[in-house]
């Protein structure tokens, strides 16, 4: 697993990023000497402070006496306070989880769903997106800006590599975000990276859509090629998708049109970062710039699904028909908000256990 350097056990693997390895949570193999994890600078798998323990306590339990009475803990979401931060990340991550369907409609496509309270205990399948895949021949055309991309290698190299593990130190400078200051602010935001690299690596497989070494022997990418499908791109659906998230966690409001034609102002500032480092992906040689253009889209429509579930409900407009058939580069404001949205919305039930999480984030905010 990559780890963020800068905001620690937060950063989350950064999806199209992985193929470091999801060796994940290997770290809790713990207790084989001193390999456990560190809790404040402490190791608490440690042969000699498992024994140091065992001393202290024959030192000062005496005779065996009765125990303190025994009460189960009320069943109820704030319990989730009382667990490590590892377990949860997994209890947040079934949650956000929970609801969303896959299909395949017609040939060349892939749709996310979600199932939605239908009453009497039944639910009903709602489409949120439907990517279509583009012709091979404008792959076979993309390969050349792609190839025109690989320039740029000596000058974004440093940020090619950096980014393979970790998106948020690039995102979270626009808000100053601090692992102490704003510790659940990173742990909603790495929930979202997790998250969302189980969802685009399901539609990735529905697609599977050669990378751009597999066109071109020429590519010779600067890193290893991923081991999963080009379309859409990983590194655009997160970034993307923490970008639009953090700007209404931090602000408080969705953006504005006002907001899009700030140049100067955090969201078109996160929406740079969020291009770049999708970009940067192509430079290095392992994604074409329409990737890019699928993973904006759906990192957008999952921020909408995510929010919903974290402020108590809402309602996600679909977008039935993404696809991209003409041979462009990618630029997010060309692309936002470009694709049709569906005038029925589908309902997002919230989530009491989310909501936690975000009004502890939010807290770090004012």
């Known amino acids: 697993m990559a780890r963020n350097l800068f905001f620690g056990g937060f950063s989350g693997d950064s999806g199209d990023s992985g193929d470091s390895g999801d060796s994940g949570d290997s770290g809790d193999s713990g207790d084989s000497g001193d390999s456990g994890d560190r809790v404040d600078g402490v190791r608490p798998g440690s042969l000699s402070k498992s024994r140091a323990l065992t001393l202290a306590r024959e030192g000062v339990v005496g005779h065996l006496g009765a125990t303190s009475t025994f009460n189960h803990l009320p069943v109820q979401d704030g319990n989730v306070r009382f667990w490590s931060d590892k377990v949860r990340r997994h209890v947040f991550e079934s949650e956000l989880l929970s609801g969303l369907i896959y299909s395949i409609p017609v040939a060349d496509s892939a749709e996310l769903g979600m199932l939605t309270p239908a009453g009497g205990g039944n639910f009903s399948p709602f489409p949120l997106i439907r990517l279509n895949r583009p012709p091979a021949t404008l792959f076979q055309a993309q390969a050349d800006r792609a190839l025109a991309y690989a320039a740029l290698r000596l000058e974004r190299g440093s940020e090619v590599n950096a980014q393979l593990g970790d998106i948020l130190s690039f995102v979270g400078s626009v808000f100053c975000l601090h692992p102490h200051r704003h510790r659940r602010t990173l742990e909603l935001l790495s929930l979202i990276l997790h998250v969302t690299v189980i969802v685009e ?18 590519m010779q990418p600067m890193i290893m090629t991923p081991g999963h499908g080009s379309y859409p791109s990983g590194h655009a659906t997160e970034s993307f998708a923490a970008a ?8 408080g409001r969705t953006p504005t049109s006002a907001d899009k034609k700030d140049q100067y102002g955090p969201f078109v500032q996160l929406m740079r970062h969020a291009e770049r480092i999708a970009n940067n992906r192509v430079v290095a040689g392992v994604h074409f710039p329409v990737d890019n253009i699928a993973g904006m889209v759906l990192g957008q429509t999952l921020s909408e699904v995510y929010l919903a579930r974290f402020l108590g409900g809402g309602h996600v407009n679909p977008r039935p028909d993404v696809q991209t058939l003409q041979d462009v580069d990618f630029l997010f404001d060309e692309h936002l908000d ?4 569906n005038p029925t919305s589908v309902a997002i039930p919230g989530s009491g256990l989310l909501a936690q999480l975000w009004a502890a984030a939010v807290e770090e905010h004012s």
Do not use: D
């Not at 690596?201 to 020429?218: A, D, F, G, N, W």
């Not at 470009?338 to 949205?341: A, D, I, R, T, V």
């Open 201 to 218: 690596m399901r539609l990735k497989h529905m697609l599977s859509v050669r990378r751009p070494t597999e066109i071109s022997p020429q």
């Open 244 to 251: 639009f998230v953090l700007f209404r966690l931090a602000t």
């Open 338 to 341: 470009g694709y049709q949205l």
